[in-house]
């Protein structure tokens, strides 16, 4: 998760993740690591959201019972300082949920990662490989 938190691969760690604001590449420029299979969708956001509301809320809520700051400034100050931070931690909050994404083995990373287990395990089975018959993404052999 850290790796992606930084911008960078989740494999490898030396690719960068996005080639444009939030649009995640294909695979790493570094590695070769497939990253078309994640499926971030609306975690990011909610996680922002979540986080620069608590921040701006508590800031808010002190500046009102402790200072006497005129009405005009709080109504600039606080939705300003509310976007740049939601700006700011947008990338990286995707980064990261790619990353845990990623070390989950969720979506079409399941194969890598059991592609990387065995190369590195010589009995040939890996952890995950055990777990639903193979499966890692959470769903049984029967269905």
């Given at each position: 998760?850290?790796?992606?938190?930084?911008?960078?691969?989740?494999?490898?760690?030396?690719?960068?993740?996005?080639?444009?604001?939030?649009?995640?590449?294909?695979?790493?420029?570094?590695?070769?690591?497939?990253?078309h299979h994640h499926r971030a969708?609306?975690?990011?956001?909610?996680?922002?959201?979540?986080?620069?509301?608590?921040l701006a809320g508590i800031g808010?809520?002190?500046?009102?019972?402790?200072?006497?700051?005129?009405?005009?400034?709080?109504?600039?100050?606080?939705?300003?300082?509310?976007l740049i931070a939601s700006l700011?931690?947008?990338?990286?909050?995707?980064?990261?949920?790619?990353?845990?994404?990623?070390?989950?083995?969720?979506?079409?990373?399941?194969?890598?990662?059991?592609?990387?287990?065995?190369?590195?395990?010589?009995?040939?089975?890996?952890?995950?490989?055990?777990?639903?018959?193979?499966?890692?993404?959470?769903?049984?052999?029967?269905?």
């Amino acid at each position: 998760m850290w790796r992606g938190f930084r911008n960078r691969c989740p494999h490898c760690g030396e690719g960068r993740l996005f080639h444009r604001f939030l649009k995640v590449r294909h695979s790493c420029e570094a590695c070769g690591t497939e990253l078309h299979h994640h499926r971030a969708d609306d975690l990011p956001p909610y996680l922002v959201i979540f986080v620069v509301g608590h921040l701006a809320g508590i800031g808010i809520l002190e500046s009102e019972m402790r200072l006497d700051v005129p009405l005009w400034f709080q109504m600039t100050f606080w939705p300003g300082l509310a976007l740049i931070a939601s700006l700011l931690l947008l990338q990286p909050t995707k980064g990261a949920v790619v990353g845990l994404q990623y070390a989950l083995g969720m979506h079409g990373f399941s194969a890598i990662r059991r592609a990387g287990a065995r190369a590195t395990d010589r009995s040939g089975r890996h952890e995950t490989e055990t777990r639903d018959g193979g499966r890692t993404d959470g769903r049984g052999t029967g269905s």
